[in-house]
């Protein structure tokens, strides 16, 4: 070994093992649709440069985040379209997936989990949002992080569940409940913490955490905040009840650090990040 190989390191990637890994991580820095505070282009590097620096360790999974073996490939090229960014990330994604490994992505905006859900198979998807992207278009824009959801439901047979909302219309939860998503609103997930898991599909799971699912509080350097959110104990401790189901992905996005000084959305996201790396890794390890 070189002194080079002792003493450098290819940070911030935040690989523990190598291309063998069960659980590849890519960035994905596109915020193009970004409809209010843009900057989630920054993010998965920031988060990886909290990965790096918070204790990763789990008290309550009893797992330590260091220990397990991840791959990081990296982030996906500059690009300035949307269907430059879909194509990219569907193909990058898909062969992770073929190769069957659990995929954990970093936004960048939540537009980055239309091109990888579409590549589920078998796997249900779950997702933490304040929000749920049901929009039929905003701002003349029919593909956004506003319509995601909506346009992945449309256009995939998927079984989905979604967790956390509360800035939301009546229409739009009547959109969810026509569109056969189980909803889990943030109300539901205070007063009885059974009902996430009352409401998940039995199989593999795919999980998409927006952070501004917390409470602007705790997570302000977000692209769309929403005062009364959850609580990190809340967020974390959902998250925790999925111990031991199978877990195909996940995503964590909308970090942006330009509207984050202190750092603390990163780190938050990277806290998150972490539990879902635990958990994919029980997922696989029993
Ligand atoms: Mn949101």
Redesign the pocket.
Known sequence: MSYTDLYTNDSPKISTGGKDSPIYVLGIPFDFTSSYRPGSRFGPDSVRQAYWNIEIVDRELGVNAENIPIFDLGNISPVTSVDGMIDMVRKVSGEAFAQGKVLGSIGGE?LITLPIASNLKDASIVVF???F?LRDELYGLKVSHATFFRRLLESKQIKAVHAGAHAYLDDELQSARNLGVRVITQENLRNDRRSLLDALPDGPLYISV?T?VLDPSCAPGVG?PEPGGLAYSELFDALRSLKGRKIVGFDVN?VSPPYDPSGITSIAAAKVFSILVILSWVGING
Do not use: L, M, P
């Open positions: 939540h949002d304040a929000h992207d927006d501004d769309n909308e």
